[in-house]
């Protein structure tokens, strides 16, 4: 019972276990062989035509001529005939009996249906309890390869010098962004794909820019996002966003007066120098200060400034008038 029952293949023969159908030979003294005009359960209707494509070397199944999902106990009988050439055609035929059997063998169960099912040596129901689900359920992981950044801010005509695309692969992951890893699949790099989403809050000025446009500097100031997304075998997805804030470089160049207090011009000159020099200390500390001056005026700078965009580019000394009671010298 279940099991399939097939023709059986050049010179194999039935065996328990292994069971198939070897067909039947036919001779003829006249025709000789016929064996390849012998008809497996032929049609009645069709006996008297010849019944074409219903001979055992067609590709007709065993299976069209009973079903072995059928009872325990059932009993089929398969006919093969023959026919020769004579007018009229004379026939032979012979039977071969089959009967359905218990699908496994004594103190075993047969646990599933019969398309899926097999034979325990315990029963179904305590199977089940034992059985181990095996279904891959976790999607694969996505990982950012620059501090796992998903937020990150690029200027309008100013390329970097890397890509926002995925990796080659996940070990390989010089100067690219995204890998991905599932724990049943394993390398799942190669597969991820990025689609851009439009920003509900662009409205109709939304914009579309491509990754290799936005490394390149040619998006316009705004922002972008984009969806890095992955499946595995199984059909478990994963996705991460990386949004693009693509912003307008400026330059602000202005002046100012500090004051001195030391009456010796050298020692100003000193101070001045100091404050020039990129790599002075008394450097750092005045664009500090100059950063943070101006960030405490939010609403005249867009974003916060560090030290390093503030550029000290020449420090000049006025010496005070000979009239003047004042002894300071303005840099």
Partial sequence: QYSSYPKCANNQVPKTGALCEPGASANDDEDGNKTAKVLMCPPTS???????GHEFSSSKKVASCFSTSAEVGTVFSLTFWVFDHGIPAR???VTRTVTITEPCVSGEYWCGDEA????SSVDCETLAALTVDETDYDPPVISFTKENVTTYVLYY?????YSLEPCPNFNDTDGCWAVAWDEVDGDST???????ELVDSCGSDCVLCSLANAVEGLCYPGTYLYVYSVSDETGNTASKYLALDVREQGKLETSMSISSEKTSYTTARTI???????DAKDNSAFRLGVASLLNENSDQVSVLLMTDNVTV????IVVPAVNSTSHEYIL
Avoid: F, R
Avoid at 116 to 119: E, I, R, S, V
Avoid at 272 to 278: F, H, R, V, Y
């Fill in 116 to 119: 899926a099912g097999a034979c």
């Fill in 91 to 93: 026939n032979a035929s």
């Fill in 313 to 316: 580019t020449s420090v000049d």
């Fill in 190 to 196: 190669g597969y991820i794909k990025v689609e851009q």
């Fill in 46 to 52: 069709c006996l008297s035509t010849g019944c074409l």
């Fill in 157 to 161: 005509g100013v390329p970097v010098q």
């Fill in 272 to 278: 001045g120098d100091k404050i020039a020099d990129s």
